[in-house]
């Protein structure tokens, strides 16, 4: 079965940056498109961040802040985040993206963006 394992997330200040990792096991993510979303309270979780092989993909909310990366030799995808914003606090998650049906969700890693 998979398991991903998310971590990097923290409480930060409006305008600074964090980085997000999530390793695999149970699967080898090279051949799949792999996301990360995030899910702030009342709010429906959303895929912010998405990468395949060559390509990746944002929403326009975080167009230019969040750039989505993977090593695959370690099974790991990362999220760093710059510029970080309020509307940014959620819990983020990694899962397979590119419109498959997700793994069992992790534990997620926690972002507060505050002052």
């Known amino acids: 079965q998979v398991q991903l394992v998310e971590s990097g997330g923290g409480l930060v200040q409006p305008g600074g940056s964090l980085r997000l990792s999530c390793t695999a096991s149970?699967?080898?993510?090279?051949?799949?498109?792999m996301g990360w979303y995030r899910q702030a309270p009342g709010k429906q979780r959303e895929l912010v961040a998405e990468?395949?092989?060559?390509?990746?993909n944002y929403p326009d909310s975080v167009k230019g802040r969040f750039t989505i990366s993977r090593d695959n030799a370690k099974n790991t995808v990362y999220l760093q985040m710059n510029s970080l914003k309020p509307e940014d606090t959620a819990v983020y998650y990694c899962?397979?993206?590119?419109?498959?049906?997700?793994?069992?969700w992790g534990q997620g890693t926690q972002v507060t963006v505050s002052s």
């Open positions: 990468v395949t092989s060559g390509r990746t």
């Open positions: 899962n397979v993206a590119g419109g498959r049906i997700p793994w069992p």
């Open positions: 149970g699967t080898r993510i090279v051949i799949y498109t």
